[in-house]
């Protein structure tokens, strides 16, 4: 199970659609498959290499302890339940999620948050009319719709996560 780190004082809230079973199992977002991880390595993000974040045991001590505390970065997902795939979440599943988010980033008023992937806010917002890049403010925080990690080259949601992290 994985457990979600929000706090006060975050510079970046990560939001993503829901996880992956083996994720889910290690208790770390986005470890069944390591590109988000290397792509905040990559993006300065991180200060940890690649090669520590590829091994299971130094990623899930990077997100228990500095992940929050460190670097002030947050994590939550849209619908919480892994699925392999995600037309496997039922239609009104992140309605939850969302009052979830949206409690979050009213109390804890992160700089930035940062949708992991259009799946992620087309199911928090409820809306397909919108483009990669900044949106809309969310209360008092700067709302940024990345790339998704695992599709395309990687130089852009490098250049993504820069951008959010020069606002945070």
């Known amino acids: 199970m994985i457990r979600y780190r929000v706090s006060k004082g975050m510079r970046i809230l990560f939001v993503g659609i829901n996880p992956h079973p083996g994720s889910y199992r290690r208790g770390v977002p986005f470890s069944n498959n390591k590109m988000f ?3 905040l390595s990559r993006s300065g993000c991180i200060l940890e290499s690649i090669d520590e974040v590829r091994d299971d045991h130094r990623l ?10 460190v670097y002030k970065y947050g994590f939550l997902n849209v619908v919480n339940r892994p699925t392999r795939d995600i037309s496997m979440i039922i239609e009104g599943e992140e309605k939850r999620g969302r009052r979830t988010i949206l ?3 009213k109390n804890y008023k992160p700089k930035v948050v940062c ?15 919108f483009k990669s890049g900044w949106q ?9 719709v990345m790339h998704f990690p695992l599709r395309g080259r990687a130089s852009v949601r490098i250049t993504d996560l820069k951008e959010v992290l020069k606002h945070s």
């Open 37 to 39: 991880w290397y792509l």
């Open 60 to 69: 899930k001590r990077l997100y228990n302890t500095k992940f929050n505390q």
């Open 103 to 105: 409690e979050s980033i």
């Open 115 to 129: 949708f992991i992937g259009k799946v992620a806010y087309e199911k928090f917002a409820g809306t397909k009319n």
């Open 136 to 144: 809309d403010d969310i209360f008092f925080s700067k709302s940024f």
